[in-house]
DNA sequence: GAATGGGTACTCGGATATAACTTGTCCGAGTCTCTTAGG
DNA sequence: CCTAAGAGACTCGGACAAGTTATATCCGAGTACCCATTC
């Protein structure tokens, strides 16, 4: 069980654009520029973001991805299931049901007391994805990235907006 | 993210194998045609069982698998992560380290403000997991499996023991 | 009748093919901008 | 000088391959049981 790293770059990219001027929009091309991954699979991976409603997009010279609600109301969770799906992580087969000892469905008054843990942990992850917004990341990001790199970034941002 | 079927399969032989006898076995080959499954590729996930600690195995004619700890003492993660895994689902890869701005990696005085919200999420679902036991999901099994299907099992089960 | 040796059937364990999915790449549709020609 | 039309370049979006992981299968090593033979 492993999450699609298309999750990382997504995120990261997201991060990247909140921190941007309102107006502006940062095209796959330049994101997958700035985080160094392969420009046309992040852009597949966005166009899930934009799907999903978490970014917009704008065709054409300066266009690219924006924003498409306040950071805040982004959620960590958001921008997970964008990528990865909403189901849960474990696929119940019924397999009770199966073989010599099994009895028709309708026997089974409550769902599998196994599938009903599985879920119940699949539910409090998600809740705890739900706790971190994008606006946090935002400000983490802010605090802890190195001097240097914050101004590399700042510098080669203003080089695309000139 | 989707979790293997086998932790489905050997979580329902765990809860099978929790309900016999201290010294009774059962064969991969008896527990697939109990649940109706590929006979070696269940044995193939029993091995993981065992190699985590989970399932004492013994060769030969009235060999098998038999729990190698109370039921109690055996916990929903301990399982999956037999099958599973022990590595966290999401995957860092330092992405903010590559790209036009990246700087050298002992800059980084913190682990990634992404990877620690995801390692979060990842902790709180291993945590529940560990909360269920295979004795609670016995005892789930005993109250919610229906009647006809419990006289059919224990029927079954008969037939291997005389 | 009891003990012992060998054969047989049954078990787990790892090595080997197949299928599904993730990852990665490519090309077409649409749109904004810049240039250039005309008024 | 201002306006407007057209060409060009840049963007997203979906369709198309390659690599990797999960799924499924097979065969060999080891062990307990059963039976026949012998004392």
Not at 105 to 112: F, G, I
């Given at each position: 069980m492993r999450l699609s790293e298309g999750v990382e770059w997504t995120v990261h990219c997201c991060t990247l654009l909140a921190g941007l001027p309102p107006d502006a929009a940062l095209s796959a091309k330049k994101l997958a520029e700035f985080f160094d991954v392969p420009p046309d699979y992040l852009a597949k991976h966005m166009q899930q973001m934009s799907k999903a409603g978490i970014v917009n997009t704008k065709k054409g010279p300066n266009g690219g991805y924006s924003l498409a609600k306040p950071a805040r109301d982004i959620t960590l969770l958001d921008m997970v299931e964008a990528i990865d799906g909403r189901v849960c992580s474990f696929k119940c087969t019924e397999i009770r049901q199966r073989g010599p000892s099994g009895v028709s469905?309708?026997?089974?008054?409550?769902?599998?007391g196994i599938a009903r843990a599985m879920r119940k942990a699949d539910q409090v992850w998600r809740d705890e994805l739900r706790k971190t917004t994008l606006a946090d990341l935002q400000i983490i990001g802010l605090r802890e990235t190195p001097p240097e790199q914050m101004n590399k970034a700042i510098t080669w941002l203003k080089g695309l907006f000139t």
């Open positions: 469905p309708c026997s089974y008054k409550t769902p599998c």
